[in-house]
């Protein structure tokens, strides 16, 4: 039998609360307290989950400094996004609201897989509220392998009577963990990594179940989003990273010469508090870099180019 994992108000302190925005409630989770001179990290979290994902990273950065981490629309415990079909600066302006409303100006930020597309386009387009950007995990996926993820890769719940919607969703989050895509289920397609903890299970099926209705649109905006067109907008300092073992690892290289001026470096994930540590100290190390001396564009220069892109 595993053992339960240990609860979520273990130190420091993991606290929730929601925000009223134009775009409706956005939920967060928060850890760490202000600290003078330090602005707070921002987490955005991947789909199709919610920021519960990201309780190590608040815990390991929370020990010293202030994190939020926000459910992006149409996940977890946020509002639905506006329309069933949005793209990646919609969601993105909706978390600028949800930070207007928290009172962050200046910020710096995370975002993996969905919420590296997210975090991409908050800082093309408010370079001068991030200090420092973390891109974990982007697929430059080609035009025919995008169109097949775009067709097969995010199933559209229909709710029933019988309950199918509760296996198809169950099956859809675990064989992520093993086969890549989830829907190629042969020995080529598979994973090494396996599945993780039955309660990691459990509770990423539990975020997925609150947003069965929607979760499919945030992803798919990601799966669709133009990163090769848009990466190379940006103006503030990156790190390029991925998990060692994450499956959007082999886009890594190609990654570091849509952003040339940016750092890149692989980590070695989050699963273990050993590989947690190393992956914690590689992303401080990269925030405290930064100072603010640092040349950057003003929003409206760069908010011009995002809208002509």
Same mark, same amino acid.
């Given at each position: 039998?595993?053992?339960?994992?240990?609860?979520?108000?273990?130190?420091?302190?993991?606290?929730?609360?929601?925000? !009223?925005?134009? %775009?409706?409630?956005?939920?967060?989770?928060?850890?760490?307290?202000?600290?003078? %001179?330090?602005?707070?990290?921002?987490?955005?979290?991947?789909?199709?989950?919610?920021? &519960?994902?990201? /309780?190590?990273?608040?815990?390991?950065?929370?020990?010293?400094?202030?994190?939020?981490?926000?459910?992006?629309?149409?996940?977890?415990?946020?509002?639905?996004?506006?329309?069933?079909?949005?793209?990646?600066?919609?969601?993105?302006? $909706?978390?600028?609201?949800?930070?207007?409303?928290?009172?962050?100006?200046?910020? %710096?930020?995370?975002?993996?897989?969905?919420? $590296?597309?997210?975090?991409?386009?908050?800082?093309?387009?408010?370079?001068?509220?991030?200090?420092?950007?973390?891109?974990?995990?982007?697929? &430059?996926?080609?035009?025919?392998?995008? /169109?097949?993820?775009?067709?097969?890769?995010?199933?559209?719940?229909?709710?029933?009577?019988?309950? #199918?919607?509760?296996?198809?969703?169950?099956?859809?989050?675990?064989?992520?963990?093993? *086969?890549?895509?989830?829907?190629?289920?042969?020995?080529?397609? =598979? =994973?090494?990594?396996?599945?993780?903890?039955?309660?990691?299970?459990?509770?990423?099926?539990?975020?997925?179940?609150?947003?069965?209705?929607?979760?499919?649109?945030?992803?798919?905006?990601?799966?669709?989003?133009?990163? =090769?067109? +848009?990466?190379?907008?940006?103006?503030?300092?990156?790190?390029?990273?991925?998990?060692?073992? !994450?499956?959007?690892?082999?886009?890594?290289?190609?990654? #570091?010469?849509?952003?040339?001026?940016?750092?890149?470096?692989?980590?070695?994930?989050?699963?273990?508090?050993?590989?947690?540590? !190393?992956?914690?100290?590689? *992303?401080? +190390?990269?925030?405290?870099?930064?100072?603010?001396?640092?040349?950057?564009?003003?929003?409206? !220069?760069?908010? $011009?180019? $995002?809208?002509?892109?």
């Amino acid at each position: 039998m595993q053992k339960s994992p240990p609860l979520e108000h273990a130190s420091p302190r993991i606290r929730r609360g929601f925000v !009223d925005t134009p %775009d409706g409630q956005v939920h967060y989770r928060e850890a760490g307290q202000p600290v003078p %001179d330090a602005p707070p990290l921002i987490l955005i979290h991947a789909s199709p989950g919610s920021a &519960l994902t990201l /309780a190590p990273l608040l815990r390991a950065f929370g020990r010293h400094r202030h994190v939020i981490a926000p459910d992006t629309l149409g996940n977890g415990d946020s509002s639905a996004p506006a329309h069933h079909e949005v793209g990646v600066p919609y969601l993105a302006q $909706a978390h600028r609201h949800a930070l207007d409303a928290l009172g962050i100006e200046r910020f %710096d930020l995370y975002g993996t897989h969905t919420g $590296a597309s997210i975090a991409s386009e908050l800082a093309i387009a408010h370079p001068a509220r991030v200090r420092a950007l973390i891109l974990d995990g982007v697929g &430059l996926y080609g035009e025919q392998e995008q /169109a097949e993820l775009l067709a097969h890769y995010v199933p559209e719940v229909t709710i029933d009577q019988n309950g #199918s919607h509760l296996h198809l969703i169950w099956s859809f989050v675990r064989d992520a963990y093993l *086969f890549w895509p989830w829907y190629r289920k042969d020995k080529t397609h =598979r =994973r090494p990594a396996g599945l993780p903890n039955a309660h990691v299970l459990h509770d990423k099926l539990v975020e997925v179940l609150k947003a069965a209705r929607t979760f499919h649109i945030p992803y798919r905006a990601a799966l669709g989003h133009d990163k =090769r067109a +848009r990466l190379p907008l940006l103006r503030v300092p990156t790190l390029l990273t991925c998990g060692v073992d !994450d499956m959007l690892h082999e886009y890594l290289a190609e990654l #570091s010469t849509l952003v040339p001026q940016a750092q890149c470096m692989a980590h070695r994930g989050i699963e273990t508090p050993e590989a947690l540590a !190393d992956t914690v100290a590689l *992303f401080e +190390r990269h925030f405290s870099a930064q100072d603010t001396s640092h040349p950057r564009k003003s929003d409206g !220069d760069m908010s $011009a180019m $995002a809208a002509s892109a």
